[in-house]
């Protein structure tokens, strides 16, 4: 834990001194500087001619370094609030922002207190409360109804929409060739036959009969969709001429040798 906070704070360094480039670099975009703009605002209070406000502008630039290139602006500004704790002068506010720091800071500090305090302690007691009721009132997952498809869904685009309209109708269908007169799969947009570029199929129904090649037991699901279910993927050759890996309905017939669960085992092809 300690070492977290530690490699957490000396993260925050380099990003700190990111941030502050960004915000230095920030307030120079726009044209003229603070002496101009200061100068610009005591012309329109004061009566003062115009050399005495080129004066002004050029003692002001010299007393805040405004001359200096801009790296040096930085690394003086970095300087006297690392070592100085002196953020500059306002000459909106006319008075050192560390003033300003010091009067707003307190209360800052207070309300973001209370916030976080309220925060934490609400979180946790719903944290608490979600972990402790899975699937019952008040966790997040009653928010969706509790036949509602968890799995996985496919991508279904147009070209494969007579496959899972053959599907819904516990069907399966394959796409037919007009070219070639053969079957394939996966479902695509043009043929996959050599020579040919026919984007033009007919859909026939398969017997649904062929051959195992090989299969895989699985145990454990890739998502909490698949919590306590255990499932086959096979490779399969049908009957009409393809190969697909496909999910096999077996029959329980069998202790299961990893955790006592009842293992599912082909009972034929």
């Known amino acids: 834990m300690l070492s977290f906070i530690i490699r957490r704070i000396l993260y925050s360094v380099p990003l700190l001194f990111i941030i502050s480039i960004l915000i230095f670099f920030i307030i120079q975009l726009p044209p003229g500087d603070y002496a101009t703009w200061y100068v610009s605002q005591t012309k329109a209070l004061a009566n003062i001619t115009q050399e005495q406000a080129i004066e002004l502008t050029k003692s002001l630039r010299e007393k805040y370094g405004l001359n200096d290139p801009i790296v040096f602006q930085y690394l003086n500004w970095i300087k006297n609030i690392v070592f100085h704790f002196d953020f500059g002068f306002s000459m909106h506010y006319n008075k050192p922002v560390s003033e300003m720091l010091a009067d707003r800071l307190p209360r800052t500090l207070i309300i973001a207190l209370i916030c976080h305090f309220f925060a934490t302690t609400i979180g946790v007691t719903i944290g608490i409360?979600?972990?402790?009721?899975?699937?019952?009132?008040?966790?997040?997952?009653?928010?969706?109804?509790?036949?509602?498809?968890?799995?996985?869904?496919?991508?279904?685009?147009?070209?494969?929409?007579?496959?899972?309209?053959?599907?819904?109708?516990?069907?399966?269908?394959?796409?037919?060739?007009?070219?070639?007169?053969?079957?394939?799969?996966?479902?695509?947009?043009?043929?996959?036959?050599?020579?040919?570029?026919?984007?033009?199929?007919?859909?026939?129904?398969?017997?649904?009969?062929?051959?195992?090649?090989?299969?895989?037991?699985?145990?454990?699901?890739?998502?909490?969709?698949?919590?306590?279910?255990t499932y086959v993927v096979a490779l399969v050759e049908l009957d009409d001429g393809v190969k697909m890996m496909s999910n096999i309905c077996l029959l329980y017939t069998s202790p299961s040798p990893r955790d006592g669960l009842l293992s599912r085992m082909p009972s034929s092809a």
Not at 201 to 215: A, I, L, P, R
């Open 129 to 229: 409360y979600a972990a402790k009721n899975q699937n019952k009132l008040g966790d997040n997952n009653m928010s969706e109804e509790k036949n509602e498809y968890t799995k996985p869904l496919p991508d279904f685009r147009p070209e494969c929409k007579p496959f899972w309209d053959g599907t819904k109708a516990h069907k399966l269908m394959l796409p037919k060739c007009k070219e070639t007169g053969k079957v394939f799969f996966y479902p695509r947009a043009i043929s996959p036959f050599p020579g040919s570029v026919n984007m033009d199929f007919d859909w026939v129904e398969s017997t649904g009969k062929g051959k195992v090649w090989t299969f895989s037991v699985h145990y454990m699901g890739p998502t909490k969709a698949y919590k306590g279910e």
